[in-house]
């Protein structure tokens, strides 16, 4: 695996960096060498994160982690990269997806799915068109962090959702 590590207000340590590659080098062992693993460190205040992004053929995992300790952060990510590897790993032998970045070994193995996605609600409304700031605005007076509208400049279904941040983020269809 190849390791792409940068860091976002905070120097990235020799320290830190064998920290990063000794937890997430467990991780070698579901995929193939020439893998690349983006890892972002960055400090806020006190908060101490960590970003993860493997680039997978047509899907991307990824999971981020805030704690106040930089080491517990990089725990708790390779923890949630492994399970999110087992689900993806059930999802690809039962859609027979190819799976060029994993190794065979782990493709062969079966693993017991942790938790079943089970969905408990469906919602259905009208879509309006609208522009990308109104449908904002719809998303905050109903109090959600995300919002589905049909954008009324491209006439496509889009969603609006508020960052971490707070800033807001827009989320169009690519063909």
Do not use: W
Request: hydrophobic share 35%; net charge negative; with cysteine.
């Amino acid at each position: 695996m190849k390791f792409i590590i940068s860091g976002k207000n905070i120097d990235v340590t020799e320290g830190l960096r064998s920290a990063v590659q000794d937890k997430l080098g467990k991780l070698e062992r579901y995929f193939t060498p020439e893998t690349e693993i983006h890892v972002t460190l960055s400090v806020e205040k006190e908060r101490q994160k960590i970003e993860v992004t493997i680039p997978v053929k047509g899907n991307i995992i990824r999971s981020e982690q805030v704690s106040s300790d930089m080491y517990v952060s990089i725990d708790l990510v390779e923890e949630v990269i492994e399970r999110q590897l087992r689900k993806y790993k059930n999802k690809i032998v039962d859609k027979q997806q190819e799976g060029s970045n994993f190794q065979k070994t782990f493709l062969e193995n079966d693993f017991a799915e942790d938790e079943d996605v089970k969905i408990i609600r469906t919602k259905r409304f009208g879509i309006k068109p609208m522009y990308p700031e109104d449908a904002c605005v719809q998303m905050e007076l109903l109090g959600h962090n995300f919002f589905v509208f049909c954008n009324a400049e491209t006439e496509e279904v889009n969603v609006v959702y508020k960052r971490k941040d707070g800033a807001y983020g827009l989320i169009e269809p690519e063909f």
